[in-house]
């Protein structure tokens, strides 16, 4: 929600909102602005979109905006009266004077009191200022790599910054390929340890025995194979940060263990006989709710209440959208950079893809996309076809985000609304996403169903 002092409201009529209007569009110089009313023809039109359109404002006017503006594909209906926002959505433009321009689209729809579409507001942004270079991305966006624009992941930053100074042990909680690892070693990077190794271990990667002797180590012949003394883990990470990945799976007897490291700072390798001593910090990360595994009987209480001293949440890609824009032309540029081939769009329908993709393997399985697509394809523009099979078959209701269905009535979408709320626990955001809605239109059609 935007903040005004009280005295917003009387200054905006003193000036008048359409002066206002004008001049907060024009500021926008780089973009165009325009409106369109319920029938979608234009009654507004910037002079950013005068300059970007090379259309002055009175050959607009009136006109119904897919006429106006040539898109491709006639792309009628646009789908905003339906979903009721759309953010950062590429699409080509004809100019009347020759010319493709690729812009991305955000738009607003206006709804009435009965739910009935009354215009919209749209803002259009040339692509080569949406997909900044990388120099752009890293002193704005990115923190120790970690690039985002959701605020929940901004928040999962801002923790890590203010705890980063201290010793305190933090437990990271996100699903496989969100970049807990990433993380982890950021905190390790803005902590006092920050020159000193960061070592990393995936705990469901090992057999308990080997898992044992990679974290404590062991002495020559502890058991059949130890030819010398090896150092684990936690020794190797000394006076720096130890990153425990999938810390859900260690067995219990190796629990033990572990707490007793993060008790007393020491531990016994396998077959030896004294205890050594260690300056570690521990950051441990899981996909799954410690709590529930203490339930389950399948972790220690004590030991979770050590590692969750400080929780950070990463959440999934597929709830924030907007991240998946910024990534993927963060891992295109670095590619350009790379390879002989150098891509400067994504076409409109591959784009729609990416977007309503629910990335399972998140971030990971978006930079394999991106390195399949530059592998497959050819030319300066990511297309549907160089997506991996996923993307282009259009009968994988799992992997996608279903759109909102134009024939459902009106009875069968207020059953849905109710079922999703009820499925995501009255969590709107959560419902709202699993049936293809934005949260706007999905509070929308909640109040006009009256579904409490
Ligand atoms: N926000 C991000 N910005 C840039 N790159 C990211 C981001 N999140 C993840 N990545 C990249 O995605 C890949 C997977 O990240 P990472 O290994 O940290 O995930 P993870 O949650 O630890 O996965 P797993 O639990 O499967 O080990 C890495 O290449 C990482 O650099």
Redesign the pocket.
């Known amino acids: 929600m935007s903040q005004s002092s009280p005295f917003f409201n009387r200054w905006l009529s003193q000036l008048g909102p359409d002066h206002i209007f004008a001049i907060l569009t024009d500021l926008v110089d780089a973009g165009a602005v325009f409106a369109v009313d319920a029938a979608g023809k234009v009654i507004f039109w910037s002079k950013g979109a005068e300059k970007l359109f090379e259309l002055p404002a009175e050959k607009v006017l009136g006109k119904l905006c897919a006429e106006a503006l040539n898109c491709d594909k006639g792309r009628d209906p646009c789908g905003l009266a339906e979903h009721g926002e759309i953010k950062a959505q590429m699409v080509k433009l004809r100019r009347p004077g020759g010319g493709t321009l690729t812009c991305y689209r955000t738009a607003r729809a206006f709804f009435d009191a009965d739910g009935q579409f009354a215009g919209a507001l749209e803002f259009l942004q040339p692509q080569a200022s949406t997909a900044p270079g990388p120099a752009a991305m890293s002193n704005s966006e990115s923190f120790h ?4 624009r959701d605020p929940t992941m901004q928040e999962a930053i801002k923790i890590i910054r203010n705890v980063a100074e201290t010793e305190a042990t933090v437990l990271i909680r ?1 699903e ?7 993380v982890a070693n950021a905190l390790h990077l803005e902590s006092a340890r920050h020159n000193k190794p960061f070592m990393a271990i995936n705990c469901a990667a090992l057999t308990p025995s080997l898992l044992e002797s990679e974290l404590f180590g062991h002495v020559k012949g502890a058991f059949t194979g130890a030819v010398r003394n090896h150092a684990g883990v936690f020794q190797r990470a000394h006076e720096g940060t130890l990153f425990l ?1 999938e810390v859900a799976e260690l067995p219990l007897e190796l629990q033990a263990k572990l707490l007793r490291v993060l008790q007393e700072q020491s531990f016994i390798p396998v077959g030896a006989d004294a205890a050594i001593t260690v300056d570690v910090r521990i950051i441990a ?1 899981t ?1 799954r709710s410690l709590r529930e595994e203490v339930k389950a009987g399948r972790f220690r209480e004590d030991l979770m209440y050590r590692l969750r001293v400080v929780p950070v949440f990463l959440p999934p890609l597929r709830e924030r959208r907007q991240d998946v824009n910024l ?1 993927l032309w963060q891992c295109i540029q670095e590619h350009n950079q790379h390879g002989p081939r150098h891509v400067d769009s994504i076409a409109p329908e591959a784009m729609r893809r990416l977007l309503d993709y629910r990335w399972p393997g998140n ?2 399985e978006l ?1 394999n996309v991106v390195e399949y697509a530059f592998a497959v394809g050819r030319g300066n523009e990511i297309t549907l076809d160089d997506l991996p099979p996923e993307f282009r078959e259009t009968s994988a209701p799992n992997s996608f985000i279903a759109p909102v269905s134009k024939s459902i009535r009106q009875g069968n979408e207020a059953d849905l609304i109710r079922e999703a709320l009820q499925a995501a626990n009255g969590h709107m955001e959560t419902a709202a996403r699993s049936i293809g809605m934005s949260r706007a239109t999905f509070w929308r059609k909640r109040k006009k169903y009256q579904i409490d």
């Open positions: 790599g970690i690039l985002s996100g496989s390929g969100t970049g807990k690892e990433l990945d990360a996909h990534l971030v990971r930079k």
